[in-house]
């Protein structure tokens, strides 16, 4: 099969879905099947001047709205590329992971079968970030997109149990929705065996009110308080970090924070701490607990979205409830005060993201749908080769 992969950001960019797809490219390439990837380049902006229809609701009374406006013109923009780039090319299948590339994709190829995973939540993002009101106009037209790709799409796939049933809300069969958590390729996660006198924390994430890294500070400043020993590491950059320095100094724990700011590849540096946290408000999945996990780290995470699906609390990670730095801070102090059980509990976590969360599951059920659509793109024995590119994976860390 021919099949495309529409992404919305660049491949090269780190986390979740723009850092698994060019993985997943690879091994059906490896295997015979012919698969390409597109998405917008940042420099494309205001090219796009075609009009946009809706087929499920009309978003003109919308128009004049800073944000709905900069959507639709970057919608667009993504169709004015899809026709420069790829007119008069033909595909068996189009996967889209973004939903403005599913509809631009639709739109340019209205006869090619189209799949469309939806990997997180954009209004539910702006409402946490205050940047919109809930119920609010934008809320509204962005919860109105879900109609239209149920519409336009041959299958809607996401990511988590939780985040299904939310888009399910706005779906009119939402029963039809399949659910593939994110998987990853093992071999770019190493753990490393190392020893640390004081307790490393370390969190990745962009920096913004969504992740809930005030309460984790608030959460450090407790632990500060009850002389528990650690150093907590920030990976990423955002909006609000001059803000998160600021309170880290107000509370009185900035000699023992880091910030890192943007980096590439921070699974190459994630070995070396002992315990991933990061209480964030919402998570349509949490790829990064994922990746935590593979690189044996302990998990302490909030009781949200897919963050609860991937950790058993007490088993292989901690959960807490969001917005309560003294439960986060409890948590943490169970991992600090015990490294004992902060190691069985990663080994535990290593072990779930290894079965549950492997590059091969996805690829494996991505294959049983795309093949629904068409003639098998591979040889009879292509799932074994993809097994044995990748390993056994259960290798003892």
């Given at each position: 099969m021919n099949i495309l992969q529409a992404l919305f950001f660049p491949p090269e960019q780190p986390g979740g879905v723009s850092s698994m797809v060019p993985y997943i490219g690879e091994r059906f390439r490896k295997i015979g099947w012919k698969m390409e990837m597109f998405s917008l380049p940042k420099r494309i902006r205001n090219k796009g001047q075609e009009d946009i229809e809706f087929a499920t609701f009309d978003w003109r009374p919308y128009a004049g709205n800073v944000i709905i406006d900069k959507y639709m013109q970057t919608y667009k923009d993504y169709l004015w590329w899809v026709k420069l780039r790829l007119s008069g090319q033909k595909f068996d299948l189009i996967h889209a992971h973004h939903p403005i590339a599913a509809l631009a994709m639709k739109r340019v190829f209205p006869d090619t079968p189209l799949?469309?995973?939806?990997?997180?939540?954009?209004?539910?993002?702006?409402?946490?970030?205050?940047?919109?009101?809930?119920?609010?106009?934008?809320?509204?037209?962005?919860?109105?997109?879900?109609?239209?790709?149920?519409?336009?799409?041959?299958?809607?796939?996401?990511?988590?149990?939780?985040?299904?049933?939310?888009?399910?809300?706005?779906?009119?069969?939402?029963?039809?929705?399949?659910?593939?958590?994110?998987?990853?390729?093992?071999?770019?996660?190493?753990?490393?065996?190392?020893?640390?006198?004081?307790?490393?924390l370390v969190t990745v994430c962009r920096l913004v009110p969504a992740k809930g890294l005030d309460v984790l500070l608030k959460a450090c400043a407790e632990l500060r308080k009850r002389n528990s020993r650690f150093v907590l590491h920030i990976i990423g950059d955002?909006?609000?970090?001059?803000?998160?320095?600021?309170?880290?100094?107000?509370?009185?724990?900035?000699?023992?924070?880091?910030?890192?700011?943007?980096?590439?590849?921070?699974?190459?540096?994630?070995?070396?701490?002992?315990?991933?946290?990061?209480?964030?408000?919402?998570?349509?999945?949490?790829?990064?607990?994922?990746e935590a996990a593979l690189c044996l780290l302990a998990l302490v995470g909030t009781n949200v979205g897919g963050?609860?699906?991937?950790?058993?609390?007490?088993?292989?990670?901690?959960?807490?409830?969001?917005?309560?730095?003294?439960?986060?801070?409890?948590?943490?102090?169970?991992?600090?005060?015990?490294?004992?059980?902060?190691?069985?509990?990663?080994?535990?976590?290593?072990?779930?993201?290894?079965?549950?969360?492997?590059?091969?599951?996805?690829?494996?059920?991505?294959?049983?749908?795309?093949?629904?659509?068409?003639?098998?793109?591979?040889?009879?024995?292509?799932?074994?080769?993809?097994?044995?590119?990748?390993?056994?994976?259960?290798?003892?860390?």
């Open positions: 799949l469309t995973t939806i990997h997180s939540s954009y209004e539910r993002e702006l409402v946490l970030n205050g940047r919109i009101a809930e119920g609010g106009p934008e809320h509204r037209f962005l919860t109105a997109i879900y109609g239209e790709l149920d519409l336009q799409s041959d299958h809607l796939l996401t990511v988590s149990k939780s985040f299904a049933q939310y888009i399910g809300t706005y779906l009119q069969e939402p029963d039809n929705t399949i659910v593939i958590p994110n998987g990853y390729d093992e071999r770019r996660f190493k753990p490393v065996s190392h020893d640390n006198e004081v307790t490393q955002g909006p609000i970090r001059e803000e998160l320095e600021e309170l880290s100094q107000k509370l009185g724990i900035y000699d023992d924070t880091i910030f890192y700011g943007y980096m590439l590849h921070p699974e190459e540096l994630m070995p070396f701490f002992d315990v991933f946290v990061l209480p964030s408000r919402a998570e349509a999945f949490g790829s990064v607990f994922a963050i609860s699906e991937q950790i058993e609390d007490g088993m292989n990670g901690l959960l807490v409830p969001p917005e309560d730095p003294v439960a986060l801070a409890n948590a943490l102090e169970t991992v600090i005060v015990d490294p004992h059980f902060r190691y069985e509990m990663a080994r535990a976590g290593w072990n779930k993201a290894k079965e549950a969360y492997s590059l091969n599951r996805v690829i494996s059920e991505l294959k049983r749908i795309y093949t629904s659509f068409g003639p098998d793109g591979a040889d009879a024995d292509s799932e074994a080769a993809v097994a044995a590119d990748a390993g056994d994976g259960r290798e003892e860390p």
